[in-house]
């Protein structure tokens, strides 16, 4: 089945620095990925579509210069969560849809400290 | 735009009982998908099932089954002889029948199986 493969699993910065989260489409061609953020106990909330060699479409409240998405190529679409600060540590998630299901990456915990 | 509503928090049955999750939607689409995912403590998306509107016919998979009623937009998650490993949030989801487009979920249901 297809697989989206995302990195890292887990990771702790300082507060101010950058993190990159990676999302790797491996037996398909992603040409969109959508990102979600998940908090405790909650749903996924959507953050942003990316779409391979254009600009993402961000939802609403979603600060565009703060979480950058990069998608330039059809397995590989990007978060970058910029000056990271205590409140942007959560749970984000990838997925794409290579047929009439979606699929999911496992998952990134971000703590920002 | 759509919407989906899983009006159960939570939710707590004891091993080997049947249970049932609860979602409505609402879209003035004609086709779509519905689905059914699974989220155990290790935050994997996992998929339990999926119904597709135009078919008419309720998707089982194993223990797990729907009831899609389409004109009152109700798709609820039965699950039979529950065991310990269906501890997990569930979500509800909608998605459009074709094309690169968002799934909308719900809020969740947080079910317990005790022993």
């Known amino acids: 089945g297809a697989v989206v493969s995302q990195h890292p699993s887990w990771v702790i910065c300082k507060s101010g620095t950058s993190v990159k989260i990676e999302c790797r489409s491996l037996?398909?061609?992603?040409?969109?990925m959508f990102w979600y953020r998940q908090f405790p106990k909650q749903s996924l909330m959507l953050m942003a579509t990316s779409n391979e060699g254009s600009k993402a479409t961000y939802e609403q409240g979603v600060e565009k210069d703060k979480f950058l998405i990069n998608h330039a190529s059809l397995t590989l679409s990007t978060l970058t969560v910029t000056s990271a600060h205590p409140e942007d540590s959560s749970f984000y998630i990838c997925?794409?849809?290579?047929?009439?299901?979606?699929?999911f990456g496992s998952g990134t915990r971000l703590t920002v400290v | 735009a759509q919407t989906v509503t899983q009006s159960q928090p939570e939710m707590s049955v004891q091993e080997a009982e049947t249970v049932t999750l609860s979602c409505t939607y609402d879209t003035s689409e004609n086709n779509y998908y519905l689905f059914w995912y699974k989220q155990p403590p290790s935050r994997q998306m996992i998929l339990v099932i999926r119904q597709e509107a135009y078919k008419q016919q309720n998707a089982t998979e194993n223990r797990f089954s729907v009831n899609f009623q389409k004109a009152a937009k109700s798709f609820s998650l039965k699950i039979s002889d529950s065991q310990l490993g269906d501890t997990a949030m569930y979500f509800c989801a909608f998605g459009p029948s074709q094309g690169a487009q968002k799934l909308v979920f719900g809020q969740g249901t947080r079910l317990t199986i005790n022993p």
């Open positions: 997925s794409a849809r290579p047929g009439y299901g979606y699929t």
């Open positions: 037996d398909f061609q992603a040409t969109t």
